[in-house]
């Protein structure tokens, strides 16, 4: 059951500004398998995070799933945990229905953690919408993959720092970013609002307010052939975009290819991580883009 709070906060909500003693704990653990030719997900919960109804949209291979979280944004204090677990042979696809408000809190750090294990012959597509860094927060969005020997992964982060276009920029406060896939490659970062050098440096953020990053992992090495083409389409799809010049692709290792983009805004941003994101589908796993329905609404 959730733990009992008063007032939750709307998806428009402004940003709260209290240091109550009262905060949120949330976890979830999802566990998929594939049953026959069926991949299933057995859940358990603890406050206020949840899934949406098990899709199919692709057919029984592929379940789809929406994660919730009803008070729509953590301050200081507040921590989600989320466990996912992808059993042999599964598929999974989780998303989000709206952004990740990390809001202004004098009450100490917001955390969200992710630990993922991906298992032999199973695929896990991780694909939330944005974290926002809001003015004054302190956040950590930390997400790390296991992945074992046959496992496969497409996973993305897309932070924005403030909102831009409500003139409510990110004057101050820190935000944290983690991303790891186990043994493969490890990203942090520390972006502090007063560090102009980073956030408005030629060999910075150059201004920018939203960085996105998308991740292809293999537990095995991946054949010379495959990184060849996962680069490749990646490469045409940003050289057809308008954030071509401030977008690129790399792999630093064979089981690793990684995509990232800078942008003012993030729905430019996020635009071309789900054009890269379906053409790899395409590509590398013979996937249509079969975009989730949340994503229309």
């Known amino acids: 059951m959730p733990e009992k709070k008063q007032n939750l906060l709307p998806m428009n909500a402004s ?15 999802l566990r998929y398998q594939r049953d026959l030719n069926r991949t299933t997900v057995k859940h358990t919960h603890n406050g206020p995070l949840r899934i949406l109804k098990s899709l199919y949209p692709e ?12 008070p729509s944004g953590l301050v200081g204090g507040d921590a989600i945990d989320v466990q996912v677990d992808v059993g042999v042979g599964a598929h999974a696809l989780v998303t989000t229905p709206g952004a990740t408000r990390f809001y202004r809190s004098e009450a100490g750090l917001a955390s969200q953690q992710v630990a993922a294990r991906v298992a032999s012959g199973a695929r896990l597509e991780w694909l939330p919408l944005e974290a926002i860094a809001y003015d004054g927060c302190d956040a950590l969005n930390d997400a790390r993959f296991e992945l074992a020997e046959g496992a496969e ?13 409500a003139n409510l920029p ?32 030629p060999l910075g953020l150059d201004g920018m307010r ?10 095995l090495p991946l054949e010379p052939a495959r990184v060849s083409d996962a680069l490749a389409v990646c490469r ?7 954030l071509r010049v401030s977008a ?50």
């Open 15 to 29: 940003p709260p500004t209290t240091n109550t003693p009262s905060r949120w704990r949330a976890q979830l653990d």
């Open 59 to 70: 057919g029984d291979g592929i379940c789809h799933n929406v994660l919730v979280h009803p």
């Open 153 to 165: 992964m497409m996973a993305w982060d897309i932070t924005a720092l403030g909102l831009p276009n």
């Open 170 to 201: 990110f004057k101050t406060g820190q935000f944290q970013q983690h991303m790891a896939i186990n043994g493969h490659w490890l990203e942090r970062g520390l972006i502090r609002a007063n560090d102009d050098r980073l956030l408005n440096g």
């Open 210 to 219: 939203c960085m996105g990053t998308l991740v292809f992992g293999s537990g």
């Open 236 to 242: 045409a799809t940003l050289e057809a975009h308008p």
């Open 248 to 297: 690129g692709a790399t792999s630093p290792n064979r089981h690793v290819v990684v995509v990232r983009v800078l942008s003012p805004l993030v729905e430019d941003n996020i635009a071309l991580l789900r054009a890269v994101w379906a053409n790899w589908r395409k590509a590398l796993w013979a996937l249509p883009n079969n975009v989730p329905r949340m994503w229309n609404m």
